[in-house]
């Protein structure tokens, strides 16, 4: 019998498995490889929130779990994955550049931003106000991160390629039966499919559409990521993300010609080299109405869980997240109350 079974191959999925595998648990990952919102993230981790110039919820800590555990991953599967990659906010005037000056003495954001306007001349970039420098980020490479952890868990035959049938699945008291699977416990991690979940369809999750385009700009050297009102990152050779949009009311299965003139749109206030336009996806983000995940056992069957709501943040997240449950679930620590979906059980 294995120890778990976990449904979903997007980063929260690979993240669960890797955190059980290397604690030494017996792991099944399944999942359809199918594009879902991981598939097309860029993979950019930030530990503040550049609209409003505050620190993301717990930042310190995600980052100092964060990165040990993608390094981890990176030795054993020999995949460059994590990219540090400084981001450049750029400013749009003067009132956002004493704004941030102001905000940089907070001692919640003191580690990751400095009162100091950036001026950096980066040929085919327009920021005549500068930019504001976030040390500690960077990116994920989320489909080399997904597609290495399918191949690990397939070459120790550990890994499933097929869809779940939730018809299928049997919940026994002690264990779970999955047509030849027998695990003591199973934990999904579907994204935005959680809605077709009979067991947690009735958390309150919401998708949100995300769009990106990829570009080819010759001659832009970029060696940060800038954020303005979108973003621009660095990706290989002449190429770059740039994204993202974010539509809770448009959750269509195509991308769409109103992200791609948004995107583009915002793109052109400041880059002024010539660019061509290689690739447009989409992906709908797990979001919750509270923006912290959902984590937790069921309210009836203790041996079933759910580990999903990552949303935007997933590769910040998910790798402190999979950690707080793995401890729920073998040390009997408490789950942060924040990402506990008792918050939602009702009476």
């Keep these: 019998m294995k120890d778990i079974l976990i449904v979903g191959t997007g980063i929260a999925g690979c993240s669960l498995a890797w955190k059980y595998h290397l604690a030494g648990k017996s792991v099944v990952l399944l999942g359809d490889r199918k594009k879902g919102s991981s598939a097309v993230a860029a993979g950019v981790y930030n530990p503040t929130i550049l609209k409003r110039f505050t620190a993301v919820w717990k930042a310190q800590e995600l980052l100092d779990y964060m990165l040990p555990f993608y390094q ?23 009132r ?3 704004t941030w000056n102001k905000k940089a003495l907070r001692p919640e954001l003191e580690p990751f931003i400095k009162p100091v306007t950036v001026k950096k001349d980066i040929n085919g970039i327009d920021a005549p106000y500068g930019y504001g420098l976030v040390a500690s980020a960077g990116w994920l490479d989320t489909v080399a991160f997904m597609k290495a952890t399918c191949d690990f868990f397939l070459n120790e035959d550990q890994f499933i390629e097929e869809p779940l049938d939730h018809d299928v699945l049997q919940v026994q008291k002690d264990y779970i039966n999955y047509k030849s699977i027998k695990a003591s416990y199973i934990i999904f991690a579907e994204g935005y499919k959680m809605l077709q979940n009979p067991f947690f369809n009735e958390l309150p999750l919401q998708g949100n559409k995300g769009e990106v385009i990829t570009i080819k700009v010759p001659g832009l050297k970029l060696d940060h ?12 050779q002449d190429l770059f993300w740039v994204g993202a949009t974010y539509n809770r009311d448009e959750l269509s299965d195509q991308p769409t010609e109103a992200a791609h003139e948004f995107l583009t749109s915002r793109l052109e206030r400041f880059l002024t080299l010539p660019y061509e336009i290689v690739d447009h996806k989409y992906g709908i983000r797990p979001t919750t109405i509270d923006r912290r995940p959902f984590v937790g056992h069921h309210q009836q069957y203790k041996n079933v869980f759910v580990f999903n709501g990552m949303g935007s943040r997933a590769v910040l997240l998910a790798p402190w997240a999979a950690n707080e449950l793995y401890n729920h679930m073998y040390h009997q620590q408490e789950l942060h109350p924040e990402i506990n979906i008792a918050r939602f059980n009702k009476p």
């Design 72 to 94: 981890e991953i990176e030795q054993i599967t020999k995949h460059k994955l994590l990219h540090s990659s400084p981001i450049l906010r750029r400013f749009h005037d003067e």
């Design 96 to 98: 956002e550049v004493k």
């Design 225 to 236: 990521t800038i954020k303005s009102s979108v973003f621009i990152m660095p990706y290989k």
